[in-house]
Nanobody
Framework: QVQLVESGGGLVQAGNSLRLSCSAS????????MGWFRQAPGKEREFVGT??????YYANSVKGRFTISRDYANNTVYLQMDRLKPEDTAVYYC?????????????????????WGQGTQVTVSS
């Protein structure tokens, strides 16, 4: 059974940093594209970034502030969030796609991912 579990969320002041983790189990994830999405209250879930093998791709809103990395040995993907802003407040989700033929454009879409975590809340105060 595939399972994704996010952790590391919390309350932080604007300008500070947080690192989210996504621990994967139940299947070999070394070839999976791992995406991060977020959903603020009353808004649709939106793409944050993704990592496919060792290449990353980010939404313009977070480019230069957020960094995705992965630890293959521990089946874990990280989202390092620096210079956080109040508008980054949302529930953050990680997701996995095992379709290796998807382009990065396709990987910005929620429907491209098969497995999802339960989400972790990030709140940035001003």
């Amino acid at each position: 059974q595939v399972q994704l579990v996010e952790s590391g969320g919390g309350l932080v002041q604007a300008g500070n940093s947080l690192r989210l983790s996504c621990s994967a189990s139940g299947r070999a994830f070394s070839n999976a594209a791992m995406g991060w999405f977020r959903q603020a209250p009353g808004k649709e879930r939106e793409f944050v970034g993704t990592i496919k093998i060792a290449t990353t791709y980010y939404a313009n809103s977070v480019k230069g502030r957020f960094t995705i990395s992965r630890d293959y040995a521990n089946n874990t993907v990280y989202l390092q969030m620096d210079r956080l802003k109040p508008e980054d407040t949302a529930v953050y989700y990680c997701a996995a796609s095992f379709s290796l033929l998807q382009s990065f454009t396709e990987l910005t879409r929620t429907q491209s991912y098969t497995f999802w975590g339960q989400g972790t809340q990030v709140t940035v105060s001003s």
